[in-house]
């Protein structure tokens, strides 16, 4: 057993397609609040690797593209090989604030609960176009009679998980649908969990890197048919 | 025997032989095997005694023949589509194990990440 006080090693997984425009400032915005980065280029065209070097980040590259669920696998199997006690998932978009990094992972080192989830409701969510915003608010109620949790916020990438709780995640939902899995994971997997309010902050790149409203409907589709399974 | 016939039923013959061979010599998956030749011999069957399939149909309800091949086939299709998807999505999920230990083979460290062997004692 860690005890609380003991100084324990987070790794942040950031999965990572054709995003070498947002790369660079991601990391220099990483760098100060976590020694170890693990970039997972997920079969990107436009040179996100090379975007990502000399930053001081391990960097693991898919040689074709699997998917957001598939680049978080790995970075966590990549992470728990390397001895992490705290993994924490962060998107490459530029969306999510570095500083709330150690509010993810407190909890989990002072044995709180084995996950963090962020929420943008209980914290800030800057220039949130009305659309999303309806959409995540019908993504929490579906959420809460999918998997039974009750939620301030879903389909936030900025997560906290122990070393625990990540060595039995292994993310079946290559893609999209991974998110909502893991909520429903969560609940079933009866781990403790705690929302954290993160910053999320909207911009023109991470709008039109964002889903589609589409997409959510796939991706309720594809949790039902997961559940029916 | 119509033309028809004379052209179907020989080659209905080769792919039950076919089947038969390749279900003895204990091929995978054996319900596959079994399956197939099964579907052969109902369709030689059928070819070879066509009243057969009314009868069938009759006996279900279902009235003509050719409505009872109808539904078989709308069902061995629509079967045969989530066979097929469940077969895709096995071996996306096989690709993507590939891909994963590529990547977990060929990862770029920096120089400076700390050692692997003391994870209670570094920093955050």
């Known amino acids: 057993m860690i005890a609380p006080d003991t100084q324990m090693r987070v790794f942040v997984v950031v999965p990572a397609y054709n995003e070498a425009r947002a790369m660079p400032a991601v990391l220099s915005e990483l760098e100060p609040h976590c020694e170890n980065i693990v970039i997972v280029d997920d079969g990107s065209s436009d040179g996100t690797s090379r975007a990502a070097q000399g930053f001081g980040a391990t960097i693991l590259r898919h040689v074709i593209n699997r998917g957001q669920g598939a680049a978080l696998q790995t970075g966590i199997e990549y992470s728990l090989a390397q001895g992490a006690n705290v993994i924490i998932t962060f998107d490459a978009d530029g969306q999510h604030d570095a500083a709330d990094i150690r509010r993810l992972a407190e909890p989990i080192i002072r044995r709180e609960c084995d996950v963090t989830l962020g929420s943008r409701f209980l914290g800030r969510a800057e220039r949130l176009p009305l659309q999303r915003k309806l959409i995540l608010k019908a993504g929490i109620i579906f959420t809460y009679l999918l998997s039974g949790l009750r939620l301030s916020d879903v389909h936030n990438g900025l997560r906290g998980f122990s070393r625990r709780a990540a060595a039995d995640l292994k993310i079946p939902m290559d893609r999209m649908a991974h998110a909502s899995w893991i909520l429903d994971r969560v609940k079933a997997g009866g781990w403790a969990y705690r929302e954290v309010g993160v910053t999320v902050r909207y911009s023109q790149y991470s709008r039109d890197k964002g889903q589609s409203s589409w997409n959510s409907v796939r991706i309720a589709l594809q949790m039902i048919a997961e559940k029916l399974r | ?124």
């Open chain 2, 1 to 124: 025997m119509s033309n028809f016939q004379l052209i179907a039923l020989p080659l209905i013959a080769m792919l039950i032989a076919w089947s038969l061979i390749r279900l003895l010599k204990g091929r995978r998956p054996r319900w596959l095997q079994a399956a197939s030749l099964a579907t052969w011999l109902v369709a030689g069957a059928a070819i070879f005694r066509p009243e057969l399939t009314s009868d069938v149909a009759r006996f279900l309800g279902i009235g003509r023949g050719a409505d009872l091949l109808s539904y078989v086939v709308a069902l061995a299709l629509v079967g045969s589509v989530f066979f097929l998807l469940n077969k895709i999505r096995r071996l996306e999920a096989e690709i993507t194990i590939l891909v994963r230990e590529i990547a977990l083979h060929t990862a770029e460290k920096p120089s400076d990440l700390p050692e692997a062997d003391s994870p209670e004692t570094a920093s955050l």
